[in-house]
């Protein structure tokens, strides 16, 4: 099985630098997903990650490492309409299927 | 914007009740999954099919069933609604191949009462 951890709850100012942290245990690893919902939304993908590194678009970007089982996505220049939940996702062994974490749910205040 | 469709978006029903949640998606894809969705939790994967007439019951144990007949189509059917059953439902598809994230349709919200 996997084991996905989040923080649960974030707060951060309108403008300023926000990073998710995600850890994971998985055997076989085989990708890292991360996706926003809104509230009452469908989740919604923002970036994938399978090597280590940073993949960047436009105000977001999401890091990994695979020798630590962890990943970051990292939000630059918040606007309130990033409040919203934040899933990451893994994969691993040769399934495509991902299993999600709980997810971290972001609160941006003015 | 995601091809991938759910209905009804909202249901409330009484216990006993047979009931079908469609989803339905144009994109072509084999891969088709459902999640269910509790307020503040992780999504659990309930059942999921990789073409058709293939389907898998997933990590979550669920007494609800589907079926696939055609690539589009992918419903899930409760023989018999019970409270315990209230919860979100969420239906994705994905490409086949490495790096191919999954689409989600808006979701069912079932209410069992």
């Known amino acids: 099985g996997q084991n996905i951890d989040q923080p649960t709850e974030m707060t951060a100012t309108e403008g300023a630098i926000v990073q998710i942290n995600c850890t994971y245990q998985t055997s076989g690893f085989n990708g890292l997903f991360w996706y926003q919902q809104h509230a009452g939304e469908a989740p919604t993908f923002l970036s994938y990650n399978v090597l280590d590194g940073l993949e960047e678009k436009g105000r977001f970007s999401s890091f990994l490492s695979r020798s630590k089982g962890y990943s970051y996505l990292l939000l630059k220049e918040l606007q309130m309409k990033d409040s919203a939940s934040y899933l990451c996702a893994v994969r691993s062994g040769g399934s495509y299927i991902p299993t999600f974490g709980r997810g971290t749910s972001l609160i941006v205040h003015p | 914007e995601a091809d991938i469709y759910q209905t009804p978006r909202y249901l409330v029903i009484g216990t006993g009740k047979k009931i079908t949640l469609e989803c339905s998606q144009t994109?072509?894809?084999?891969?088709m999954y459902w999640y269910q969705q509790d307020p503040g939790m992780e999504l659990h994967l309930i059942h999921y099919?990789?073409?058709?007439?293939?389907?898998e019951k997933g990590d979550l144990s669920s007494e609800s069933t589907v079926s696939r007949i055609r690539t589009e189509h992918f419903p899930l059917t409760l023989e018999s609604a019970r409270p315990s059953h209230t919860s979100q439902y969420l239906c994705?598809?994905?490409?086949?191949?490495?790096?191919?994230?999954?689409?989600f349709g808006q979701g069912t919200r079932l209410t069992v009462v």
């Open positions: 099919s990789y073409g058709v007439n293939s389907t």
């Open positions: 994705a598809s994905s490409e086949d191949g490495q790096g191919t994230e999954a689409f």
């Open positions: 994109m072509g894809h084999d891969k």
